[in-house]
């Protein structure tokens, strides 16, 4: 699977199947319930058994057809009665497969959005709010349609994209948060937007520091600490921002011990707000690929954090942090006892080492294997999570197995 077989897929219907293919996914109608898979087509009885199975519609890689008696890797048989997952709705009716296409869109448009703020700051020194808050309002929105949808999406990490992706998913994160500890919309909304303007000022902060891959100089650091100070001078020239918004902003960098920046508040001077941006910050940096550095598991960042309490960050606050994410966040890449993958799709609060996992790759048999979503609630389900993986460690492309898995 080190190829990438976005570049040459290609959909067919069943009847145009033929022995010899190679099959990336395939689908039902009806209900609209798929079962996603991938290998090689062995025989027409096969394609008999897919027919038989329901499967009308399927996507295949024409690059990688062999002759019949060269296939390597058989596409896992299909049972003729495929079973939905389902898929938990939230209190207003909204499950996370209903929500994840308008989650995809929301988050690429935000991210199209920083691009443009950030390229606007560089050139003119000047932002346009008013933007920024119509697409934070728009992942508040989100987050209360189904508060699982984007918080998948902020799993998904480009390396060269760092300061766009990482002050989208703190607001993201923020609105979580925010909204995990019942505060009032209006505040949820101004907390996003906040996190989202949070990090501004590092666009004007020399490239050479901003991009240095290596430990930066004590001077060189003092440089980059400045990007608090040149964000909240160009946010006070924006007219009617919200002062919590500023005070998110200002305080990101503050630390209870006072050994933050650029102020050095003290634990008494330093808001709640201040103290929540502090961690949600804190860990999307942790967990965050960069060119430079491999992000690191949420698990790992959790007990940094909590280590950290309640010196740095406030004790109690990231008790509620960890229970509103989940110990395995949702998006999450694990491997099970069985040597199964899969994306952690649903959290079980009651039980929290037990969540519900979409599967969709055997690590034994080196292959896919047809998609399904486990309990491991359920007393029939016997798996475990073994450990959080990194998709390098198998050649995934997690990219496209998360798509067929929530964007299908």
């Known amino acids: 699977m080190t190829n990438n077989p976005?570049?040459?897929?290609?959909?067919?219907?069943?009847?145009?199947?033929?022995?010899?293919?190679?099959?990336?996914?395939?689908?039902?109608?009806?209900k609209a319930v798929s079962v996603k898979s991938e290998g090689y087509i062995s025989s027409k009885e096969s394609i008999q058994k897919l027919i038989k199975a329901g499967i009308t519609h399927l996507t295949v890689d024409p690059s990688r057809q062999k002759q019949v008696e060269k296939i390597d890797k058989i596409l896992p048989e299909v049972k003729e009665k495929i079973t939905p997952a389902k898929s938990k709705k939230t209190g207003n009716g909204i499950s996370l497969d209903q929500e994840m296409n308008k989650a995809s869109k929301l988050y690429d448009d935000a991210k199209s959005l920083q691009h443009k703020i950030l390229n606007n700051l560089t050139e003119?020194?000047?932002?346009?709010?008013?933007?920024?808050?119509?697409?934070?309002?728009?992942?508040?929105?989100?987050?209360?349609?189904?508060?699982?949808?984007?918080?998948?999406?902020?799993?998904?990490?480009?390396?060269?994209?760092?300061?766009?992706?990482?002050?989208?998913?703190?607001?993201?994160?923020m609105a979580l948060f925010a909204k995990h500890l019942a505060f009032d919309r209006e505040i949820i909304e101004q907390l996003a937007l906040g996190a989202f303007l949070h990090d501004i000022g590092k666009v004007l902060v020399p490239p050479e520091i901003l991009h240095k891959?290596?430990?930066?100089?004590p001077?060189?650091?003092?440089?980059?600490?400045?990007?608090?100070?040149?964000?909240?001078?160009?946010?006070?020239?924006?007219?009617?921002?919200?002062?919590?918004?500023?005070?998110?902003?200002?305080?990101?960098?503050?630390?209870?011990?006072?050994?933050?920046?650029?102020?050095?508040?003290n634990e008494q001077k330093i808001t709640?707000?201040?103290?929540?941006?502090?961690?949600?910050?804190?860990?999307?940096?942790?967990?965050?690929?960069?060119?430079?550095?491999?992000?690191?598991?949420?698990?790992?960042?959790?007990?940094?954090?909590?280590?950290?309490?309640?010196?740095?960050?406030?004790?109690?606050?990231?008790?509620?942090?960890?229970?509103?994410?989940?110990i395995y966040p949702i998006g999450t890449l694990v491997k099970l006892t069985s040597g199964k993958l899969g994306l952690i799709s649903r959290l079980n609060t009651s039980q929290p080492l037990q969540p519900c996992i979409r599967v969709f790759y055997n690590t034994?048999?080196?292959?896919?294997?047809?998609?399904?979503?486990?309990?491991?609630?359920q007393a029939k389900h016997k798996d475990q999570v073994d450990c959080c993986i990194k998709p390098s460690e198998f050649n995934i492309n997690l990219l496209r197995f998360f798509k067929a898995a929530f964007q299908s």
């Open 6 to 30: 976005e570049s040459t897929a290609q959909k067919i219907t069943v009847d145009q199947l033929e022995p010899g293919m190679y099959v990336l996914s395939v689908r039902t109608k009806g």
């Open 124 to 173: 003119h020194k000047t932002i346009n709010v008013l933007e920024a808050k119509e697409s934070t309002d728009a992942i508040v929105d989100s987050i209360f349609r189904n508060k699982d949808a984007l918080s998948c999406m902020t799993r998904l990490r480009i390396k060269d994209e760092y300061l766009v992706e990482h002050s989208l998913n703190v607001s993201i994160l």
């Open 213 to 217: 891959p290596g430990k930066l100089t």
């Open 219 to 265: 001077q060189e650091y003092d440089v980059m600490k400045s990007h608090v100070d040149l964000g909240m001078q160009v946010l006070k020239e924006s007219p009617d921002l919200p002062e919590l918004v500023l005070e998110v902003v200002q305080q990101h960098h503050e630390r209870l011990d006072g050994k933050g920046y650029p102020n050095q508040l």
């Open 272 to 326: 709640q707000y201040g103290r929540m941006i502090a961690i949600v910050d804190s860990y999307d940096a942790m967990t965050a690929e960069r060119v430079y550095k491999a992000g690191m598991h949420p698990i790992k960042a959790f007990k940094i954090l909590m280590n950290d309490a309640p010196n740095s960050y406030d004790n109690t606050l990231v008790e509620q942090f960890v229970n509103c994410l989940g």
């Open 364 to 377: 034994r048999l080196n292959q896919a294997i047809a998609m399904e979503e486990l309990d491991l609630s």
